[in-house]
């Protein structure tokens, strides 16, 4: 997120946008592995699981939004 707003760039952009969404799927497998599981600490880990989701899912749908593209190509026109 720094590298877009500091350097306001499409690559950045991209890229934070592909990490983020990766990172969605991620958690989401790793929610499939914890649910398997029969362990005592499986209830802290859905927990902690479930908040980077309610975190990550927000900020990934943030940033896929057009306005940035648009923004960072009209800058750099400029």
Known sequence: MVG???NRSLRALVMLRCLLWVTVAKVGLGL??????SDSATA???RAILLNEAVL?????????RIHTTYLAAV???
């Open 44 to 46: 802290e880990s859905l």
């Open 76 to 78: 750099a026109k400029t």
């Open 57 to 65: 899912i927000p900020l990934a749908i943030y940033w896929s939004r």
């Open 32 to 37: 499939i592995t914890v649910l398997r599981t």
């Open 4 to 6: 877009v707003a500091r």
